[in-house]
């Protein structure tokens, strides 16, 4: 029985058609191979050496997936490395140079050799580009209703979390599920008194878990 079917308790003998077993791949995820797995690090401008260094550097490997959505899962769950892919992508969103990318960290008494992941790099220059610009069309343009002095505060208390726990990837997985558990929803009239009293249960478990107050960036 293929690893795929056999993690699923499943069995490719339970299928008369190959339309239904592309249907279970799909729900399964796509299995891992040389081919699924070399489109993935085409996709993100991986080598196989860079994916296996980070599967290791979190005490994974390779051999831990059968399934190519599994994998690109925890990858970047992970941290996508720092590649010239995504390096261009980013400066290319930004409409930046990488000689410009390099004055605005050291503007900030920062450099690129400090950053291991895209997602850590992105975050840094959005804030960087919205502290150094005059105007705060960038800070508008991210519609999160913050001034700087507030992003700023904001910015620094998360940078105070200790964010990879597993005690606090427990307790946000839990607060992940019950918000699964209230389905999809456009406004607070689509959901019943008791759903709504559990959002606003789910709201104050995230508050706490955060660490934040209502007025914590006022």
Not at 62 to 85: C, K, V
């Amino acid at each position: 029985m293929p690893p795929l079917f056999e993690d699923n308790e499943d069995s490719i003998e339970n299928y008369s058609f190959i339309e239904e077993i592309e249907d279970m791949l799909y729900v399964y995820g796509l299995p891992l191979n040389d081919q699924t797995l070399q489109r993935l690090l085409d996709d993100y401008g991986l080598t196989l050496a860079e994916l296996t260094l980070v599967l290791a550097e979190n005490g994974d490997s390779l051999e831990n997936y059968h399934s190519i959505d599994d994998l690109e899962y925890a990858i970047l769950d992970y941290g996508m490395p720092i590649t010239e892919q995504n390096l261009h992508e980013l400066l290319d969103g930004y409409d930046l140079t990488r000689e410009q990318l390099d004055a605005l960290l050291a503007k900030n008494d920062n450099s690129l050799d400090n950053y291991q992941t895209i997602d850590d790099l992105f975050f840094t220059v959005i804030l960087y580009m919205v502290l150094d610009e005059e105007s705060n069309e960038l800070l508008d343009d991210l519609g999160i209703g913050l001034d700087k002095q507030e992003l700023v505060r904001l910015v620094k208390h998360f940078m105070s979390l200790d964010l990879f726990n597993p005690t606090f990837i427990e307790k946000m997985s839990v607060i992940e599920e019950q918000l699964t558990g209230l389905g999809d929803f456009d406004s607070a009239d689509d959901l019943t008194s008791e759903q709504m009293n559990e959002l606003i249960n789910i709201y104050h478990d995230m508050m706490n878990l955060l660490v934040l107050m209502p007025n914590i960036i006022l």
